[in-house]
């Protein structure tokens, strides 16, 4: 386990290494000049980013000053906002993109395995059909018009939850969080209906039945373990996809998070802020899949002996 | 003595390996489509898919209304007999522009799709023909590629080269294949073992010709089932980048570009939300149906029981 770990580790920087390589030179390959002059920037910022990449220098040069300070913490400046930094932006958008994935992550795994665990015990009858076509809904209907839906339904006509804001009004958390969950919960029921079917017919089900054990402790105790095996190893995948929602549902409903950040920067081309986030992304999105590999493998006793023989 | 290509192969070139013993009349192809013809829900996308294309293609001719006219003394109007789905805040009319934006939508879909499909068809043949340290060496790339955060990445491409649609059909394309020739990779290793590989090999068959001839053909159930899988994801990106207004741009018009500008009037004219997101997830669904109604229908393993 040690091993596989480790090897893991070893095979997430490569990766990193890729895309830092791949986003400072596609930066930098921008028609004209990502930091030309004229686009009226402020001299104080020009100043601040010849320094940074020092500009004067031949471009291998500017690319590993700049692999120097990603080293040390620095993503640089931001191009647009003088005085800001990509690392302050990061501080302030954080922690309510981090608050809103977490409520989704939290409503996807609970509601989503619920609803795939009961549509697995009766496979092909009404209680598998309703909650599945239910998933269907959620995978087809995206979050940049669910969100909107909700809002009008819900948030205008209905005058139920406030539409707007995060952490200003009470309950304007509400539709954030289940707008961004959509998708995920509708994954998650698929992933864990697929799971528990295959678990379910396996031989040591069948022997904890025969051991007379409750049906309920057979499907929690023994079942689940294995049936959610997909749902973790989803989980690493789903992350960069709350990043990728969190872009859209912050938009729509005007939260102060990293996402709306990233679009409002994309809009700009605030090349650095860009250039700075597509690493902290691409940083957070590789230890996400790692860890949820990692998380995988502990709970699959099949794939542990496996990693235990050689080292892939 | 040359023997023709055609002779080599068993019953037809469609034909799955497992299939060629059972009679004529009932190959793997047949069977598929009656299951498929049972299945409700598939037939039915398969129905609404047909019917989007057909719309799509024959736009300028059906379209009621001209696409960029404008009607600025009515403004936006609900649903009437004039305008079916009513008009956007310039007086265009909504269902002329929702047709339209179809064609982009539909068409990105479709491209970026076939983009993938050819990377990765032929990517997973080569790999899977070949393997060993090809074999290795090929699919550890992919393995690289896979760990990539792809999304933010073609945000970036749309931002630096600025939000072109040709561009945007080769990134998302670029994208999909990986898992195409993950799947097309599988297929070969399994097909490589057949006699039939063996019996053109012994015949002098070039590489190529084998290739080409026996092994693509045979890896096309799956490759059908993910490829109308792959079409909704690139739908639902590109509406979801042209959303942001990061994809497509105006004048042209997408499906996700006109739900960006229904949530902008929703309070006052919710009609301009509801039906372009109502062309999308319907679209949405019926490609899903379909896809999942051909896997069922294809699996090798539910046509054993």
Known sequence: MGKFVLHRLLQAIPVLLVVITATFFLVRSAPGGPFSAEKAVPPAVLKALEARYQLDQPVLNQYFSYLGDLAAGDLGPSFRFPGRSVNEMIYAGLPATAELGLYALLISMLLGTTAGVIAALKPNTAQDYIPMSTAMIGICLPSFLLGPLMMLVFGIWLEWVPISGWGNIPGDKILPALTLASGYTAYVARLSRGGMLEVMSQDYIRTARAKGLPEWIVVIKHGLRGGLIPVVAFAGPAFAGLLSGSFVVETIFQIPGLGRFYVQAAFNRDYTMIMGTTVFFAALIILFNLLSDILAVWLNPKLRQQTNGDSG | ?305
Not at chain 2, 140 to 146: A, F, Q
Not at chain 2, 181 to 197: D, K, M, P, T, W
Request: hydrophobic share 50%.
């Open chain 2, 1 to 305: 003595m040359v023997i023709p290509d055609e002779w080599l192969v068993m019953n037809d070139d469609l034909t799955l390996p497992g299939a060629t013993d059972t009679e004529r009349g009932s190959s793997l192809w047949r069977d598929a489509w009656h299951r498929l013809r049972k299945n409700k829900m598939a037939v039915g996308g398969l129905f609404i898919l047909i019917l989007m294309c057909v719309l799509a293609l024959l736009t300028p001719w059906i379209a009621p209304y001209s696409y960029e006219e404008q009607n600025l003394v009515l403004g936006a109007a609900g649903p009437s007999a004039q305008h079916w789905l009513g008009t956007d805040t310039l007086g265009r009319d909504l269902l002329t522009r929702l047709l339209y934006g179809g064609r982009i939508s539909l068409a990105v879909g479709f491209i970026a799709t076939s983009v993938a499909l050819t990377i990765g068809v032929l990517y997973g043949t080569f790999a899977g023909y070949f393997g060993g340290r090809v074999d290795a060496t090929m699919m550890r790339l992919v393995d690289i590629l896979y760990a990539l955060p792809f999304m933010i990445f073609i945000i970036l491409l749309m931002v630096i080269f600025g939000r072109n649609i040709l561009l945007l059909f080769l990134a998302i394309g670029a994208v999909e294949w990986l898992t195409m020739a993950r799947i097309v990779r599988g297929q070969v290793q399994s097909l490589r073992q057949q006699e039939f590989i063996e019996a053109a090999i012994s015949m002098g068959l070039s590489q190529w010709t084998i290739i080409r001839r026996h092994l693509i053909p045979n890896t096309l159930g799956p490759v059908i089932v993910y490829t109308t899988l792959t079409i909704p994801s690139v739908m639902l990106f590109e509406a979801f980048l042209s959303f942001l207004g990061l994809g497509i741009q105006p004048p042209q018009s997408s499906w996700g570009l006109l739900i960006s500008y229904g949530v902008e009037t929703m309070e006052e004219y919710p009609w301009l939300l509801i039906f372009p997101g109502l062309a999308l997830s319907t679209t949405l669904f019926a490609l899903n149906f379909l896809g999942d109604g051909l896997r069922d229908a294809l699996d090798p393993r539910a046509s054993k029981d």
